[in-house]
């Protein structure tokens, strides 16, 4: 009795065995989409025709490549290449790579497999009939194809379609200025909160000096970069003028100006690139000048642990090296805006 369960279990292997092989080996059809399918020219701002590979019942068992081609309405029959996908590369086709780009994926398994061409403002001649080709293996090892066809009509721009398309552009542009105008007040009012005093343009460009906060230099830099500048960066002939503007902000009787006589403002000089190579963090590639003496004595030399540099306001604005982070230590920053024509 024993005997006969491996052999029950042989025969259901061997009735089975046809299923498991037919199911293991899918086969492949293609879907072709066009957004939108009408097309208005100079009023519709962008056409996308996507041919994806999907399962379906076909003799297709291994992809080789997906071609988009497009008929015209003289010869409607006759289809030229758009684009193509092969495992080897992706080609758009003569003119109409003008104003498209595309994406695409070519899986020897047929997985998340399409190609798309996108363009911008489509001309009348990319209405017309679309056409998708999947070229593959059979289980034969025969090249086999299928394809899939859809139409992009044609519609003519009208006066009320024209006037309804300025309409809502206009409404779009009106909504944008309101949120640019409601960011930049946030700006300003977080620029009256933070920042002691605002130099006008002096040189080519405004200083802004802040209120004490924790010594980090990243967050120092990023809050300059949202007002379009960096941490100060200067030579001898601008230190001067910053010397100036730093004078007159502790002068100025600004809520939190007294804290700048006694502390520090941090700029943006930095060895943190090489140990006792200072350059400006914003624009790495440009040395400090090396004839900068107004160091404070010893400066410039302190190791590692410090790489990042602020003017003294006990030292008559010398610079000192500090680290550049420092949860315990108060500091100000300087942030410099150039200005930029527009
Ligand atoms: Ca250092």
Redesign the pocket.
């Known amino acids: 009795m024993p005997l006969q369960v491996p052999a029950m279990v042989a025969c259901a292997l061997v009735l089975l065995l046809p299923a498991l092989v037919t199911a293991s080996v899918p086969e492949f059809g293609i879907h072709l989409t066009t957004s939108p399918s009408t097309v208005t020219e100079h009023l519709t701002k962008a056409l996308t025709v996507n041919c994806s590979i999907v399962l379906a019942n076909s003799t297709i068992i291994q992809p080789l490549s997906l071609t988009i081609k497009k008929s015209n309405i003289r010869n409607p029959n006759n289809y030229t290449d758009v684009a193509v996908v092969t495992s080897l590369s992706t080609n758009i086709k003569g003119l109409f790579a003008v104003n498209s780009t595309s994406n695409s994926h070519l899986a020897p398994d047929g997985k998340d497999s399409y190609i798309a061409v996108h363009w911008t403002y489509p001309e009348f001649s990319f209405t017309g009939s679309y056409m998708c080709e999947l070229k593959g293996f059979d289980e034969k090892f025969h090249i086999v194809a299928v394809e899939n066809k859809t139409d992009v009509k044609d519609s003519k721009p009208d006066i009320i379609g024209a006037l309804g398309a300025i309409q809502d552009h206009e409404q779009r542009i009106s909504q944008l200025e309101g949120v640019l105008v409601s960011q930049g007040a946030a700006l300003t009012a977080f620029a009256s909160t933070l920042f002691i005093a605002t130099s006008p343009a002096l040189g080519g460009s405004k200083y802004m000096v802040s209120r004490p906060v924790m010594r980090n230099s990243a967050v120092a830099e990023s809050i300059c970069k949202l007002y379009g500048g960096y941490l100060a960066e200067f030579d001898l002939q601008e230190f001067i003028t910053i010397k100036r503007f730093l004078d007159n902000a502790t002068n100025s009787g600004a809520d939190k100006a007294d804290t700048l006589a006694n502390g520090t403002v941090l700029v943006g000089v930095t060895?943190e690139f090489v140990?006792?190579e200072w350059r400006f963090r914003a624009h790495p590639a440009e040395l400090f000048s090396a004839s900068f003496t107004d160091w404070v004595p010893g400066a410039g030399h302190?190791?590692?642990s410090?790489?990042c540099a602020v003017l003294t306001g006990s030292a008559g604005w010398k610079l000192n090296?500090v680290p550049c982070y420092d949860n315990k230590e108060l500091v100000h920053f300087l942030c410099e805006v150039e200005n930029k024509s527009p």
């Open positions: 060895d140990e006792d302190r190791g590692k410090e790489n090296d």
